[in-house]
């Protein structure tokens, strides 16, 4: 869903922008050749994080364009999961005693400033990804493939904590 409008800040007319992605995943199941079916919906664990499947997912931004400035804020939204929709049974034989795993929001933000000059367009533009410094879930596994235990499910959560870039795009 998106949405632009007309939008007026501190007495200067600009263009707001929203929109809105967002994904439900009922089921994600396999049926073995013994007619078992294994519905995975939801695992965000697992051995070796082959399941990166929570059920909800979404993505909202903000966008504010005046003249040469762009203002652009976004959340992003992990949703609640399970270590693993078996709960170890016919996998790694244990019971967990706490198989959830809780949601996230990640907050991201890049301003810029683009103007021309002779003839070359130039961008300086900041930016700040997961400003709260949001840790990742501790999800524990050990993965045969590669001989080493992970702490967390790196394909799905921020790992690398709240970090900056600033720069120069130039186009000639």
Do not use: C, H
Request: aromatic share 12%; glycine share 12%.
């Amino acid at each position: 869903v998106g949405y632009t409008t007309p939008f007026e800040l501190m007495g200067r007319g600009g263009r707001l922008s929203a929109r809105v992605f967002a994904s439900y995943l009922d089921e994600n199941s396999t049926t073995s050749s013994a007619g078992i079916k294994t519905d995975r919906a939801g695992q965000v664990g697992g051995a070796p994080f082959a399941f990166s499947l929570p059920k909800r997912k979404a993505t909202a931004n903000l966008s504010y364009y005046r003249g040469p400035f762009t203002g652009f804020l976004q959340l992003r939204y992990i949703g609640r999961g399970v270590y693993d929709t078996q709960n170890g049974i016919g996998t790694n034989n244990w019971i967990l005693a706490d198989n959830s795993i809780g949601s996230i929001a990640y907050l991201d933000t890049r301003l810029a400033w683009k103007m021309d000059l002779s003839g070359t367009s130039v961008e300086l533009y900041a930016s700040g990804t997961n400003l709260m410094d949001r840790d990742p879930p501790i999800i524990p596994v050990y993965s045969a493939a590669v001989a080493a235990p992970a702490q967390f499910n790196a394909g799905l959560y921020d790992v690398l904590g709240r970090r900056y870039a600033f720069g120069v795009n130039v186009r000639f």
